[in-house]
């Protein structure tokens, strides 16, 4: 037997396992009691608002996709979703979630591996690819075309890393969230703004003045976000997410949110 394997096995499963990077072995009880969380009786979800259809204010709720797939990890720990929305530096960076605000982060958070290193992705949940919105016949269907011209970028997203490195000679306008992005294709403010797709998609759906004018195939993976080592949420989150692919749950969801998009 290995030094390492050794040393998992006088772990026990406990906070020492997590340090020594050993997997439980321990079984999950029924209903998954073996997940520890932030405040009792409560899945506390990390988000940024708004990011429609993902996440989004209606009255005194938060509702959207991650929110319908969450709730269905806080069904199976016999909990209740709580969404603490906060700024997305904080969620993408890991700080939120080590420094226990939340259990987890669901904020159409593309998985990538500067992330990885900070945080643990479940599997991917959604596909997305960045995307670039403009005033309708604006004829800017490429960041080539938008030389010298203004581009929206929200803070701390693939999006704008994507910017970064694929428009030179154009000025990057930073936002720190998505609606005040939007709304500054709309009046003008920039001449356009690159963006996941879904939330394009559907800001344009409601906003037929605006359009997407191109899709860049970043092939993206939203996964949600766990703090370093907590497998045993991640791998519920895991088992939730394969189990409503099969049962047609996800279907379900995807339908309910997305009920223009082709079907995949
Ligand atoms: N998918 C992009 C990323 O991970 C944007 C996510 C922004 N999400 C949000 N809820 N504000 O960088």
Redesign the pocket.
């Known amino acids: 037997m290995s030094e390492r394997s050794m040393l998992c096995l006088l772990a026990t499963a406990t906070a020492v396992a997590v340090l020594t990077g050993c997997t439980s072995t321990k079984p999950s009880a029924p209903g998954g009691t073996e997940v520890e969380l932030v405040k009792s009786g409560k899945l506390m979800t990390c988000?940024?608002?708004?990011?429609e259809p993902?996440?989004i204010r209606k009255g005194n709720a938060i509702v959207g996709f991650?929110v319908d797939l969450v709730d269905l990890v806080a069904k199976k720990l016999k909990v209740t979703q709580e969404i603490v929305d906060t700024p997305?530096e904080g969620?993408?960076s890991g700080e939120d979630l080590n420094t226990r605000k939340c259990d987890l982060a669901a904020?159409?958070?593309?998985?990538?591996p500067v992330?990885a290193k900070n945080l643990d992705f479940s599997a991917g949940y959604f596909d997305?690819t960045q995307a670039l919105i403009a005033k309708k016949g604006s004829s800017l269907t490429s960041l080539a075309a938008l030389k010298g011209k203004k581009l929206g970028v929200?803070q701390?997203?693939?999006?704008?890393?994507y910017a970064q490195k694929h428009a030179p000679g154009v000025t990057a306008v930073q936002f720190e969230?998505?609606a005040l992005m939007l709304t500054a294709v709309k009046t003008g403010q920039v001449d356009a703004a690159v963006?996941?797709n879904g939330?394009l998609f559907e800001y344009v759906r409601k906003n037929p003045d605006t359009e997407v004018t191109a899709e860049f195939d970043t092939g993206?993976k939203?996964g949600i976000g766990v703090r370093t080592g907590n497998d045993a949420l991640r791998k519920e989150i895991n088992s939730v997410i394969s189990k409503a692919k099969s049962d047609g749950s996800y279907d379900r969801i995807y339908k309910k949110w997305f009920p223009a998009a082709p079907k995949k």
């Open positions: 988000t940024h608002l708004p990011y993902f996440q991650d997305f969620i993408q904020a159409g958070m593309t998985i990538t992330r997305a929200q701390g997203t693939t999006g704008e890393t969230d998505l963006g996941d939330v993206e939203y």
